[in-house]
């Protein structure tokens, strides 16, 4: 059985994000979309919130389960005895960070490889940072992310616009 690790932070799940898994989980026998912890960054969704939004917006992915996992990356894959690590490639600014990442986990793990799907066109410019941007800005985020989880994305968007203003008060 061929075992795929879908990697990130998901913070939250956009459609770039959908549209890899969806086509990982056609060359895989299965895949498994892991949520890691970036020391890098500080997110704005709990650990638990960004499972739950991948595992109600992969819900009718038969063959596509949802994880987190603290530490690192290469130790996840073998535990999982996964084949290969699947990334999505935007543009010419994530490759070098891609391919740092990719050499440093083979390193760590020769048996697993990471593989790159590019982008769909339509989701080039899609992040989850742009994501989070419109929607504290007030901009309509239908259509980057599932329509399942567009409510739960502005509820937080309210939720710390009130703490913001009652730490002013
Ligand atoms: P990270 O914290 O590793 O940057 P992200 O959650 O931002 O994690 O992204 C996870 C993976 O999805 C990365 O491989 C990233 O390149 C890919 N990805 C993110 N957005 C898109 C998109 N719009 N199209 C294709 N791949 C994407």
């Given at each position: 059985m061929k075992v795929a690790v879908c990697p990130g932070s998901f913070d939250p799940v956009t459609q770039g994000h959908m549209d890899i898994i969806r086509r990982a989980a056609t060359l895989f026998d299965k895949v498994i979309v892991?949520?890691?912890t970036n020391?890098?960054?500080s997110p704005m969704f709990t650990q638990e919130e960004r499972v739950d939004f991948i595992r109600r917006a992969s819900a009718g992915m038969e063959n596509v389960e949802?994880?987190?996992?603290?530490?690192?990356?290469a130790d996840y894959a073998r535990q999982k005895h996964a084949t290969a690590i699947v990334k999505g490639l935007r543009a010419l600014?994530?490759?070098?960070?891609?391919?740092?990442?990719?050499?440093t986990n083979r390193k760590l793990n020769p048996d697993t490889e990471t593989t790159f799907l590019t982008t769909t066109s339509e989701y080039m410019y899609l992040s989850s940072s742009l994501v989070k941007q419109v929607a504290q800005l007030g901009g309509d985020i239908t259509g980057?992310?599932?329509d399942c989880i567009v409510d739960d994305i502005l509820r937080k968007v309210d939720e710390i616009k009130q703490c913001e203003r009652k730490a002013v008060k």
């Amino acid at each position: 059985m061929k075992v795929a690790v879908c990697p990130g932070s998901f913070d939250p799940v956009t459609q770039g994000h959908m549209d890899i898994i969806r086509r990982a989980a056609t060359l895989f026998d299965k895949v498994i979309v892991v949520v890691m912890t970036n020391v890098a960054k500080s997110p704005m969704f709990t650990q638990e919130e960004r499972v739950d939004f991948i595992r109600r917006a992969s819900a009718g992915m038969e063959n596509v389960e949802v994880d987190c996992f603290k530490g690192l990356l290469a130790d996840y894959a073998r535990q999982k005895h996964a084949t290969a690590i699947v990334k999505g490639l935007r543009a010419l600014s994530d490759f070098e960070y891609e391919f740092q990442m990719a050499l440093t986990n083979r390193k760590l793990n020769p048996d697993t490889e990471t593989t790159f799907l590019t982008t769909t066109s339509e989701y080039m410019y899609l992040s989850s940072s742009l994501v989070k941007q419109v929607a504290q800005l007030g901009g309509d985020i239908t259509g980057f992310v599932p329509d399942c989880i567009v409510d739960d994305i502005l509820r937080k968007v309210d939720e710390i616009k009130q703490c913001e203003r009652k730490a002013v008060k």
